[in-house]
Structure formats: structure tokens, C-alpha cells
């Protein structure tokens, strides 16, 4: 974006940059999605879940495509493939190469390593995409509100976004 819009985006939402103003303000095309452009500098794509990480181009387009929150989960799982969650009760899956393997290995190490921060600080890790939603909201990166007819709403801060260790603590 370009200063002079910053500036007015600041000024009519008070710092407060969602995919809803965004979407008001007509500054997302059709079939588009707004990601918080310091996502992964602020650490949120290192310590959240990979379902929560491959969700939030989806999540933000459904949210300005004006989907109810129900409308949005069932999006979600729509969009839901057969690897997008971990058994963790599977170390390493049968009748892989050895390099889906070693692929595999690397995921379960680092999801394990997210699902026992989130626990540690009293978060459950994801198991369907309900889950991840849910996530997104206890960690304030995302927050419900209800429209004119009280139909469940989601809407996602594009800015501030905080740093994740201010949310998630280092145990």
C-alpha cells in the first residue's frame, strides 16, 4: 500500500487493520486474500500449527467473500486434504519413499514441538478445521462478532499483529 493509504487507513480505524476494513474499503479484489504482511517476521508462522499456516489464505478470502463463521468452517473443510493433520500417534507412516519419510519426519518433529508449547501454555493443537479456527481466536490473531441479524462472523487483525512470544511464552 502506498503511504498516503496507510495513513487513511490508520486514521479511519484507529490502527486497527482488519480483512474486514480492508474489504470496505474495497482494497481486496474479488478472489483475493489480505495476509498481515509481519506474519512471519513476528514469529506466527514458526510457532503455529501447519493446519493453522495452510488455512489462512482461506480463512482471510472467506472472510472477505462475507462468509458467516459456520460458512467459513465448511469452507475449510473443503479444503482439507488427507495429510493436513497429524496422527501423533503415528511416528512414521507405512509405505512411503524415503524421502516422504524423511519429509514426514520433519513435520511430526517440529508439529510435536508446537503442540507441546501450546499446551504448556493452556492452547489445544488442532485436530479439524473447527479446531483451527478456535486457535486463531484464543490466540486474538482473529476475533467473532455478529452482523445486523446475529449470524456468527469472524474477521482477522491484518495490524497490530503482536509478536507471537507475547502470546505464546517460551516453556
Given amino acids: 500500500m502506498f503511504s498516503f493509504q496507510n495513513e487513511v487507513i490508520n486514521f479511519m480505524t484507529n490502527g486497527r487493520v482488519t480483512v474486514r476494513t480492508l474489504d470496505y474499503l474495497g482494497l481486496i479484489s474479488a478472489g483475493q486474500c489480505a495476509i498481515p504482511n509481519q506474519f512471519y517476521e513476528l514469529g506466527w508462522g514458526r510457532w ?3 493446519p ?3 488455512s489462512l489464505p482461506y480463512i ?3 472472510i472477505a467473500s462475507s462468509l458467516n463463521k459456520e460458512g467459513l468452517v465448511k469452507h475449510l473443510e473443503q479444503k482439507v486434504k488427507s495429510n493436513t493433520f497429524i496422527d501423533f500417534s503415528i511416528r512414521v507412516p507405512q509405505n512411503l519413499s524415503q524421502s ?3 519429509e514426514y519426519e520433519l513435520l511430526y518433529v517440529r508439529e510435536t514441538e508446537i503442540k507441546r508449547r501450546l499446551e504448556a501454555n493452556g492452547y489445544q493443537y488442532p ?3 473447527q479446531e483451527v479456527v478456535n486457535l486463531y481466536i484464543d490466540l486474538g490473531v482473529a476475533y467473532e462478532l455478529q452482523d445486523d441479524h446475529y449470524n456468527g462472523l469472524l474477521d ?3 495490524r497490530p499483529l503482536p509478536h507471537i512470544d507475547t ?3 517460551l516453556k
Avoid: G
Fill in 100 to 102: 516422504e519419510k524423511d
Fill in 127 to 129: 485436530s479439524n478445521m
Fill in 60 to 62: 482471510s478470502n472467506s
Fill in 52 to 54: 493453522n499456516i495452510t
Fill in 167 to 169: 502470546v505464546l511464552l
Fill in 48 to 50: 503455529l500449527p501447519m
Fill in 156 to 158: 482477522l487483525i491484518i
